[in-house]
Nanobody, 124 residues
Framework: QVQLVESGGGSAQAGGSLRLSCAVS????????MGWFRQAPGTEREFVAA????????YYSDAVKGRFFITRDNDKNTVYLQMNSLTPQDTAVYYC?????????????????WGQGTQVTVSS
């Protein structure tokens, strides 16, 4: 399996931007999907973005499509989430996650490895 460490969270004003990083270590070649999820207080963890290592396709939730972008740096074994045009509704703890098989990419229960999470707070 892999280990995941997120960084880059913090505070931003509405309309601003933040970039989250997820350092991936360990048996990186065993992962199939890498995803970002978020969880606000009192809500369930929800899908934000994902990609499969096998191809260039990226996937986004409707809530973030066109504003957030998931990218990768294979040399650095790092996954990024660029978040633009932030709104207070984006406030949550953001988690990086790894899934080891193909299939549904937007279901938190199908991801086996999670980072510790990083807080993102957007003020109006």
């Amino acid at each position: 399996q892999v280990q995941l460490v997120e960084s880059g969270g913090g505070s931003a004003q509405a309309g601003g931007s933040l970039r989250l990083s997820c350092a991936v270590s360990g048996r990186t070649w065993t992962t199939y999907y890498m995803g970002w999820f978020r969880q606000a207080p009192g809500t369930e963890r929800e899908f934000v973005a994902a990609f499969a290592w096998t191809g260039p396709t990226t996937y986004y939730s409707d809530a973030v499509k066109g504003r957030f972008f998931i990218t990768r740096d294979n040399d650095k074994n790092t996954v990024y989430l660029q978040m633009n045009s932030l709104t207070p509704q984006d406030t949550a703890v953001y988690y990086c996650a790894a899934r080891y098989s193909a299939g549904l990419y937007d279901r938190p229960g199908t991801y086996s490895t999670w980072g510790q999470g990083t807080q993102v707070t957007v003020s109006s």
